[in-house]
């Protein structure tokens, strides 16, 4: 299950948001992104570290680019459908995909923002199915 892959990452490797949903959905749905790869999303975690669009949102459509994606994005007609899908999603659940906005109203000591990367792996796995 991508949530509890999710937290995994997110609660007991450390990982930030985008990290924890991209490095689930690739074991997950085995997309094949190596080390190297994981590490391009490590600035994307807290609103690509300014406040910005949230990581878990990113990490999300890395994960739907990694798996629909054969030779480039505009050579993919499921990637907008399913990357509005995504974002659209999100935004439902939290009211807005700024990491300020979104944190804001959902981090806490204790769990930081699992509540936001738990909603971003609930819906990534509608999309992916």
Not at 6 to 25: G, L, T
Not at 29 to 41: S, T, V, W
Not at 64 to 70: P, R, V
Request: hydrophobic share 35%; proline share 1%.
């Amino acid at each position: 299950m991508l949530k509890e892959r999710a937290r995994i990452y997110y609660q007991e490797k450390d990982c930030n948001c985008a990290e924890a949903i991209i490095r689930a959905a690739n074991d997950e749905y085995e997309l094949g992104i190596n080390e190297e790869g994981m590490k391009a999303f490590g600035g994307f975690g807290g609103g690509m570290q300014c406040g910005s669009i949230c990581g878990a949102v990113c990490g999300g459509m890395g994960a739907i680019s990694a798996k629909e994606i054969k030779t480039c994005a505009h050579q993919t007609s499921d990637l907008s459908p399913k990357c509005k899908a995504m974002m659209n999603g999100f935004k439902e659940k939290f009211g807005s995909a700024f990491c300020a906005k979104v944190r804001k109203e959902n981090f806490n000591r204790e769990s930081k923002c699992w509540k936001v990367v738990e909603g971003a792996a609930e819906v990534l796995e509608k999309i992916m199915e």
